[in-house]
């Protein structure tokens, strides 16, 4: 019998967890039986989000979560009315939001099961949005189930990790992401693999490689720039040609979908409407989106630059496993001779210390830096 879980891929002990909860929820007396409220937390990834979703269709659906009836699949598109999922696109979740947020949800449940919220980013509320969100949480209404989900539990506030139940995803294995993108997308096996193993178990990541070429020919040249770093003046343009990179690949994603949002939202307001009232309601509505854009089209140039970061690092880490003589357990097997070529040149200690300068690099970006001068800053460390 397929089930709305199946989709989580190298997750059974959470699984088994998420199902025996969902047979508490079913009993007669679910408000005794059931946690209310949960924390999921894992790599970027590894499906926590997936499984906080899955996890709330099984809640509602009537047979606790056979993944085909009404209830699994408006859970999935987010059309189902009990189950609200919050996704982040800004660099924060305002005590605005978690206000107006708790005003929806404090409803009964429509169809009469659970009423769910999702969080997505809970690493994102600011303070007074988490402590908006701590009453809700230590006073859940009976049929309402939190399900909130974060990198890792430092990344939520103590006082709202102290009444979650927590749930830990691990990184799938590059052959569970392999056999997901073969069986479940239609991608070759050589593809998958490939796709699988430099994406580290992250799935979103190696389905989009796998389904992009464009993708991967950046990713072609970002993997060729630690070679190319043989004076300052090649660190600097490295640094330039990384920052285009992602800025690119940031915004080709976004401008259309920005414009097709303010077109969206003019048309709700009425385009050309002449009511003056009418107008100026328009103009700041469109002036807050257009705020709410740039804070988003920062946030992917930053998400976009942490993920070429993190393939560079996989560069020096097999640098590492060779000088380290593991030398069949590369990650980038199609840059081999390249990688050898490396490890001959570079002392052990300095290709440590350069995965080190690129990880701090990451967290200099995650705490708002400038992005080129942060660039610069590690190519001229790694060159
Ligand atoms: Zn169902």
Redesign the pocket.
Known sequence: MTT?FDDLVGQRHITEILQSAVAASRTDTPSQSMTHAWVFTGPPGSGRSSAAVAFA??LV?????????????SVRTGAHPDVEVIRTEGLSIKVEDVRELLTRVSWAPSMGGWRVVVMEDADRLTESAANALLKAIEEPGARTVWLLCAPTLHDVLPTIRSRCRHLQLRTPSTTDVADVLQNRDGISAQMADFAARVSQGHIGRAKYLATNESVRSNRGVIMKLPLQLNSIAAAFAAAQKLVDLATTEANVSSDERDEREVNALQEAYGKGATGRGMATGAAKAVKELEKEQKARATRMVRDSLDGALLDIATFFRDVMMVQSGYTDALINVDMKDEINAYAEKVAPHATINKIGAIMEAREHLNRNAAPLLTIEALMCRLA
Do not use: I, K, L
């Open positions: 709305v269709a099984a659906c009537p047979q606790g979560g056979c993944g085909s009836c009404n209830e699994c699949r």
